[in-house]
């Protein structure tokens, strides 16, 4: 049964935005002051103002990541356009984009204070990488984020899941096992008709699984995967999905 000590609340989608919001305006800011400001200033305030900065804002960036990953999800669905809603995580979203700013800040100061003509090439280089990768990584994530990815819907037809890289359409009736409760890996179904499922983008064609992006998801874990499996086995109130009270049952059945 689930517990009821996760919150059944709304996504913090407003927070999320104006932390990501906040960081993309920072970090410009702080690059357009090392490159035409600092050349004036001694050698000492000039390294504390290209090195501290970005160390202060990984540190708090991966405070602020470790919460979100800590936070629970809710044992609750948005209800509307006629289906249960999995929103995507926003919150979570936006901490690991940041994350990801705050690793090339990094980067990017070590090399505004060293200077790329006093570096070996290689260091110069695997700087440069770092710098790619993690600023690669950010744009992902926006993807992400503009993608909704991680949103799960849950229809009286069957399942709507957006990836990072495409869709699935799931019919309840191409599912012939559920997702398992708890984990370390994604949860997956497993599909008995690939023949009924539908994908769009890079999604694969006729897979014998669905994973379920729980981890970008903006609900318990447990919480869908039960649900998930009621609908499975009780087909007949798959036709109340997506109303309200269909969803204080489900809840109530679920949750004692």
Same mark, same amino acid.
């Given at each position: 049964?689930t ?5 059944a609340v709304?996504?913090?989608?407003r927070?999320?935005?104006? #932390?990501l919001?906040?960081a993309?305006?920072? #970090? ?9 400001w600092?050349?004036?200033?001694s050698?000492?305030a000039?390294?504390?103002?290209l090195?501290v900065?970005?160390?202060l804002f990984?540190?708090v960036?991966?405070a602020y990541l ?5 936070r ?7 209800v ?15 901490a690991?984009a #940041? !994350? ?6 990094v980067?990017a100061g070590?090399?505004?204070?060293d200077?790329?003509e006093?570096?070996p ?10 710098i790619?990768?993690? #600023?690669?990584a950010f ?10 990815a ?6 009286p037809?069957g399942l709507?899941?957006t ?7 799931v019919?309840w ?17 497993r599909?008995?008709r690939p023949?009924?499922?539908r994908a769009t ?7 014998v699984? !669905?994973?379920l ?24 109130a ?7 009270e269909?969803?204080?049952h489900l809840r109530r059945?679920?949750?004692?």
């Amino acid at each position: 049964m689930t517990s009821l000590t996760a919150p059944a609340v709304g996504r913090p989608r407003r927070a999320g935005t104006a #932390v990501l919001v906040a960081a993309v305006t920072l #970090v410009p800011a702080w690059l357009t002051a090392g490159l035409l400001w600092s050349g004036g200033w001694s050698e000492s305030a000039r390294e504390d103002a290209l090195v501290v900065p970005p160390l202060l804002f990984a540190t708090v960036t991966f405070a602020y990541l470790t919460s979100c990953h800590r936070r629970r999800g809710p044992v609750a669905f948005e209800v509307r356009d006629g289906a249960f809603i999995a929103p995507p995580a926003d919150r979570l979203s936006a901490a690991a984009a #940041v !994350a990801a700013l705050a690793g090339s800040t990094v980067g990017a100061g070590t090399l505004l204070v060293d200077g790329p003509e006093t570096m070996p090439g290689s260091a110069v280089a695997g700087w440069c990488t770092v710098i790619a990768l993690m #600023v690669a990584a950010f744009l992902r994530r926006l993807h992400m984020r503009a993608r909704s990815a991680g949103r799960i819907l849950l229809r009286p037809e069957g399942l709507l899941i957006t990836y990072a890289y495409g869709t699935r359409e799931v019919p309840w009736d191409a599912v012939s096992a559920g997702p398992p409760r708890t984990g370390l890996m994604a949860p997956k179904l497993r599909i008995g008709r690939p023949d009924l499922v539908r994908a769009t983008g890079l999604a694969r064609r006729g897979a014998v699984k !669905a994973s379920l992006p729980t981890a970008e998801a903006w609900v318990l874990r447990e919480f869908l995967a039960d649900t998930i499996n009621h609908y499975l086995t009780d087909p007949a109130a798959r036709q109340h999905i997506g109303t309200a009270e269909e969803h204080e049952h489900l809840r109530r059945v679920l949750c004692g």
